[in-house]
């Protein structure tokens, strides 16, 4: 019954921007912290970011640093990536994924839930 449905990919020049949402359902929001991931055709999936409950604390791979921002609506139930300057490189599929923790791990394989993934394609 925990589902996390990430939204707002696109197709978008290099330079420009999106923003992701990532709403989710049957889980205590309060307890997560939240994290993005991506992968793009023929590599491993990788750590974008990750935000916590309290504070809330940010933490994000050096490749996006300075270029995305997550943030997160406690009332909507929704977890945000601001993505600005997109280059061709950061084109993936992004997910969002939730960890039953104030810890933030980049670690794929310690977060508990999953959404299905938005298409991000940035051209040249």
């Known amino acids: 019954q925990v589902q996390l449905v990430e939204s707002g990919g696109g197709l978008v020049q290099a330079g420009g921007s999106l923003r992701l949402s990532c709403a989710a359902s049957g889980l205590t929001f309060s307890r997560y912290s939240l994290g993005w991931f991506r992968q793009a055709p023929g590599k491993e999936r990788e750590f974008v970011g990750a935000?916590?409950?309290?504070?809330?604390?940010?933490y994000y791979t050096d490749s996006v640093k300075g270029r995305y921002t997550i943030s997160r609506d406690n009332a909507k139930n929704t977890v945000y990536l601001q993505m600005n300057s997109l280059k061709p490189e950061d084109t993936a599929v992004y997910y969002c994924?939730?960890?039953?923790?104030?810890?933030?791990?980049?670690?794929?394989?310690?977060?508990?839930?999953w959404g299905q993934g938005t298409q991000v394609t940035v051209s040249s």
């Open positions: 935000i916590s409950w309290s504070g809330p604390t940010t």
């Open positions: 994924a939730a960890r039953e923790s104030r810890v933030l791990i980049a670690n794929p394989l310690t977060y508990d839930y």
